[in-house]
């Protein structure tokens, strides 16, 4: 085996190329709090492991020349297109939260996600906790290596990025367009809640002026807001489950459709 991979070096390099692309940009696996040196580790890993099963003939061209460059740059846009799709599903729920978190009063409680690698309000960093256990135990990163990366190094090639090139186009911008139905739709019972607490206040501060609204709406919104957290925990579970299979759904049927580069 190791014999082998030294003769196909250069095809050895393109695989574990695709397979560090796919991992800078993928949900968790891109969080600055995973040391480069362990995501180096597990590109070299899943290319040893993709090795055998790779199309080789797919990648012949004269070794470390200026197509070789091409052909380089190509496998690391492919890994970073999938990396990113993956990372745009995994956003609906942190952004779900930012959906009601101004509406229940911690719109100002904006502190950096170390697994998002941005400002987000507290409730966009709880959910993305959840999410991620979730992505665990729906079996994500067996999907992720399984599904994504091996599926795709049979599926497509750097030249699938010219001759397919509508549909990596159609899977980001479903991808985007799914971000944030999702997140509606995960937050809309909470918001929805929310709303008519604040509509509630509005018609208690006119039917009794002397109540202060501003002092006495924020712990009553938190109030609401959390017991329903807590009651429809097990349905946003769920959810985050269902979006999550329906992204890599989704991806599966784009290299199968996208099949034809090799």
Request: without cysteine.
């Amino acid at each position: 085996m190791l014999a082998e991979i030294v003769a196909n070096a250069p095809i050895f390099l393109l695989i574990a190329v695709r397979a560090l692309a796919l991992i800078e940009t993928a949900p968790l696996l891109s969080s600055d709090s995973v040391p480069q040196t362990a995501k180096v580790a597990l590109a070299g890993f899943a290319a040893f492991a993709a090795f055998p099963s790779a199309p080789v003939e797919a990648w012949r061209v004269p070794d470390y020349s200026l197509s070789f460059v091409f052909l380089v740059m190509g496998e690391a846009l492919i890994g970073i297109i999938i990396g990113f799709y993956l990372t745009m599903v995994f956003s609906a729920f942190s952004s779900a939260g930012q959906f009601f978190a101004l509406q229940m009063g911690f719109g100002a409680s904006e502190t950096y996600d170390p697994l998002a690698q941005m400002e987000n309000p507290v409730m966009g960093q709880y959910l993305n906790l959840i999410a991620m256990l979730t992505f665990l135990t729906v079996g994500g990163f067996q999907k992720l290596f399984l599904g994504g990366f091996f599926r795709s190094l049979q599926s497509i090639s750097a030249i699938s990025l010219i001759s397919s090139r509508d549909d990596f186009l159609s899977l980001l911008i479903g991808g985007l367009s799914s971000l944030f139905v999702d997140a509606l739709v995960i937050s809309m019972p909470i918001l929805g809640t929310l709303f008519l607490v604040s509509v509630s206040m509005g018609l208690l501060s006119k039917a009794a002026p002397q109540i202060n609204i501003l002092t006495e709406g924020f712990p009553i919104s938190i109030t609401v807001a959390f017991s329903l957290i807590l009651a429809t925990m097990p349905f946003l579970v769920g959810a985050f489950a269902r979006v999550i299979d329906l992204g890599f759904t989704r991806l599966a049927d784009f290299l199968a459709l996208a099949g034809t580069g090799i």
